[in-house]
């Protein structure tokens, strides 16, 4: 049985279930599994299944007490046609890498493999644990996760959504996905300040017991659909472990032969979804974290230091402008052999001096890990050589991710084969990728759209088609202090 316990060493133990339904835990850690489960087939034995399985397989293995009927309603309802590929996960080899394309789902971006699941293990939660109260998720979004998010819940019984973005930190497509989003149960606002503005709001107030009293007396109460939440984490594991089997599958690599695995990275939730995955058993030689020009993470891969006290930029890669990686504190707790107390300290440190540095013990296991980071004309170079050179399409966060790995090859000279995450549409950045690959200006994002389709003839995906004729249902902007204000509203 694994049981869930909280980063910053308080010991309030908790089943999968009860941690999903919390989000975070009382003493604002994050929940993490108190070991890592070994991967409960052989590799051989998961090459050549279907997603499905591999994921039935994966999440069950972490979440021991859904049972394994539980399991399979919640896998099988999440993965099903709403993927406009088959496959899920197709895995595409271009350039000399292998692409994970997590990006077929719903809203065009990796969050869908985990959004489109979690709904079902809450709800299968809820039910477990006889909660009779509303859930409330609130989250906050760099662009990608909200949408997805609302797609998951929208109309789920028993839950509202509510969701906070960066007003002008998200594309045009982005926001227009998310401001159109139908369902009586979805809330969406526009706050006056950045991505981590939003992500510490929705902390704070998940922090406020008296506020949480206020909602309990109103039938409500709160979680989390950000990737702070054990149940938006252990999905992705997953499709990891499904592309190194996919490998194996097409010949590529022997079971049991090390890869290299590439991650663009924001929140680190992806990449700590794929250093779970080496922890149940892939063979993965380097973690390779590729950030933009807000590199806090490629210079704390270097240095050991995490240093907020810098400037903050609005890239082309706008789902990784982030400078609090709210899940690397999930990797330091594991890697300081779960000393929570030591991470209660850091985090502590981040807060007050907007800056830690980590001791030798956690430092030595951070060399399973490469940093490095791409600058805007680096990403838009990239996407054009991509395309010129072998017609693959790729999104601006990839694109980072593509550039970071080819600097780590010709840095380190590694030529272990490499999957890289890819966690976007390029459809969802449409203006960018349509100037990297030399075509001119366009009116709005939706122009670039068609104009990129005309160019491409890669299909654009349903949930983009005819995005900008959709009725426009939420228009709130609101400041940073009125998040309270806003949730209150909405869960009237
Ligand atoms: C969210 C997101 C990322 C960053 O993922 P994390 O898990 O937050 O590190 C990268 N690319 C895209 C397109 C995203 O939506």
């Known amino acids: 049985m694994i049981q869930y316990q909280s980063t910053r060493g308080s010991k309030n133990i908790k089943t999968a279930a009860q941690a999903v339904i919390q989000g975070i835990a009382e003493d604002?850690?994050?929940?993490?599994?108190?070991?890592?489960?070994?991967?409960?087939?052989?590799?051989?034995?998961?090459?050549?299944?279907?997603?499905?399985?591999?994921?039935?397989?994966?999440i069950g293995a972490f979440f021991t007490d859904y049972t394994k009927e539980e399991m399979k309603r919640c896998v099988d309802g999440a993965y099903d046609s709403k993927f406009e590929e088959a496959e899920i996960v197709p895995v595409t080899h271009a350039g000399g890498a292998d692409f994970l394309e997590l990006y077929h789902g719903k809203t065009a971006a990796f969050k869908d493999m985990?959004?489109?699941?979690?709904?079902?293990?809450?709800?299968?939660?809820?039910?477990?644990?006889?909660?009779?109260?509303?859930?409330?998720?609130l989250t906050a979004t760099s662009g990608d996760t909200g949408k997805a998010a609302l797609e998951g819940f929208a109309d789920v019984p028993g839950t509202e959504i509510i969701v906070f973005f960066?007003?002008?930190?998200?594309?045009?497509?982005?926001?227009?996905?998310?401001v159109t989003q139908e369902g009586d149960n979805t809330h969406v606002f526009a706050i006056e300040g950045n991505f981590d503005d939003a992500q510490t709001g929705v902390k704070k107030i998940f922090n406020d017991r008296d506020f949480a009293e206020k909602l309990s007396a109103m039938g409500c109460k709160l979680s989390s659909a950000n990737s702070i939440n054990i149940g938006r984490l252990v999905p992705q594991v997953a499709y990891y472990v499904y592309g190194y089997a996919k490998l194996v599958e097409r010949g590529q690599i022997?079971?049991?032969?090390?890869?290299?695995?590439?991650?663009?990275?924001?929140?680190f939730g992806n990449i700590l979804a794929a250093y779970y995955a080496g922890k149940m058993g892939i063979p993965v030689k380097k973690f390779i974290c590729a950030s933009n020009k807000n590199k806090v993470l490629t210079d704390f891969f270097n240095t050991g230091v995490y240093d907020i006290n810098r400037e903050f930029y609005l890239?082309?890669?706008?789902?990784?402008?982030?400078?609090?990686?709210?899940?690397?504190?999930?990797?330091l707790y594991h890697l300081s052999g779960n000393d929570g107390?030591?991470?209660?300290?850091?985090?502590?440190?981040?807060?007050?001096?907007?800056?830690?540095?980590?001791?030798?013990?956690?430092?030595?296991?951070?060399?399973?890990?490469y940093g490095g980071f791409a600058t805007v004309e680096d990403t838009n170079e990239t996407i054009g050589k991509m395309y010129r050179e072998n017609g693959y399409l790729i999104d601006t966060h990839t694109a980072v991710a593509y550039k970071v790995y080819e600097d780590y090859v010709e840095e380190t000279g590694d030529e272990t084969p490499?999957?890289?995450a890819s966690t976007a549409s390029a459809y969802k950045f449409a203006d960018s990728v349509a100037h990297s690959i030399g075509l001119g200006e366009e009116s709005d994002g939706f122009a670039y759209v068609r104009a990129l389709e005309k160019e491409t003839g890669v299909r654009v995906p349903k949930a983009l088609k005819d995005l900008d004729k959709k009725e426009i249902r939420h228009k709130g902007v609101i400041e940073i202090s009125q998040m309270p204000e806003a949730v209150e509203e909405s869960v009237k």
Not at 343 to 368: F, N, P, W
């Open 166 to 178: 960066p007003n002008q930190g998200v594309s045009q497509v982005q926001e227009r996905q998310m």
């Open 28 to 58: 604002k850690g994050l929940y993490v599994p108190d070991q890592i489960p070994a991967l409960p087939k052989k590799i051989e034995e998961l090459v050549g299944r279907p997603y499905k399985e591999v994921a039935f397989e994966i």
């Open 418 to 420: 490499a999957i890289i």
């Open 254 to 267: 022997k079971a049991g032969d090390p890869v290299n695995i590439v991650v663009p990275t924001g929140n």
């Open 315 to 331: 890239t082309n890669s706008p789902s990784m402008d982030i400078l609090i990686s709210s899940n690397l504190e999930r990797l």
């Open 341 to 369: 107390e030591e991470i209660s300290r850091l985090m502590t440190a981040l807060e007050q001096e907007k800056k830690y540095e980590v001791g030798d013990k956690i430092r030595e296991g951070l060399k399973d890990f």
């Open 114 to 137: 985990a959004l489109s699941i979690l709904p079902y293990l809450l709800t299968t939660a809820m039910k477990k644990e006889k909660e009779d109260k509303k859930i409330c998720i």
